[in-house]
């Protein structure tokens, strides 16, 4: 059974960092691209950043460019979302999300793990 | 970027109706184009990709057509556990994008 574990959410103030972490199971996690999507309360899904499986290729959303960092350690089968210089909209439920195929090719979202909330406010 | 339209925002029908929900890209995306299913405090679920093949396990009344720009997701017979918000999202090369959602309910 595939299963997403997001966790490193919670309350920073606006120009902090956080750390976001995906812990991936029940499939072969370098054989996959994956992303990272977040929603902000009562508002609708933006894709963040994508990342192929073998980690060589990244790519990104213009709002989050240069301030977050998408990266993964396929031997412990983990996501990571590195967010510096927060914003307050940035506030939202982070999701991981796995892909359908190793690079970015067919690159929609077949499992989603539970999301975790990063608040950004002072 | 290409731009994804969702119409309507919301929409409300009646069990048994036959529900259509519009999705138009900016620039032509061939068959790049899912569909999503999101339940009131639940994570999102893929119901359709390459604009019209169906997920394993979504019920056969779920279907998606589409190529190019205009594309529909319809559900034959509305159900009450269809009440949920649905977006399309385009996936034919970054930055992938997703419609801004139309919520479902229940008349």
């Known amino acids: 059974e595939v299963q997403l574990v997001e966790s490193g959410g919670g309350l920073v103030q606006p120009g902090g960092s956080l750390r976001l972490s995906c812990a991936a199971s029940?499939?072969?996690?370098?054989?996959?691209?994956m992303s990272w999507v977040r929603q902000a309360p009562g508002k609708g899904l933006e894709w963040v950043s994508a990342?192929?499986?073998?980690?060589?290729?990244?790519y990104y959303a213009d709002s989050v460019k240069g301030r977050f960092t998408i990266s993964r350690d396929n031997s412990k089968n983990t996501l990571y979302l590195q967010m510096n210089s927060l914003r307050a909209e940035d506030t939202a439920v982070y999701y991981c999300?796995?892909?359908?195929?190793?690079?970015?090719?067919?690159?929609?979202?077949?499992?989603w793990g539970q999301g975790t909330l990063v608040t950004v406010s002072s | 970027d290409i731009q994804m339209t969702q119409s309507p925002s919301s929409l409300s029908a009646s069990v048994g109706d036959r529900v259509t929900i519009t999705c138009r890209a900016s620039?032509?995306?061939?068959?790049?184009l899912a569909w999503y299913q999101q339940k009131p405090g639940k994570v999102p679920k893929l119901l359709i990709y390459?604009?019209?093949t169906l997920q394993s396990g979504v019920p056969s009344r779920f279907s998606g057509s589409g190529s190019g720009t205009d594309f529909t997701l319809t559900i034959s017979s509305l159900q009450p556990e269809d009440v949920a918000t649905y977006y399309c999202?385009?996936?034919?090369?970054?930055?992938?994008?997703f419609g801004q959602g139309t919520r479902l309910e229940i008349k």
């Open positions: 029940g499939f072969t996690f370098s054989s996959y691209a």
């Open positions: 620039q032509g995306i061939s068959n790049y």
């Open positions: 999300a796995k892909g359908t195929t190793y690079d970015l090719r067919d690159h929609y979202f077949d499992y």
């Open positions: 990342i192929s499986g073998s980690g060589g290729s990244t």
């Open positions: 999202q385009k996936y034919n090369s970054a930055p992938i994008t």
């Open positions: 390459a604009a019209s």
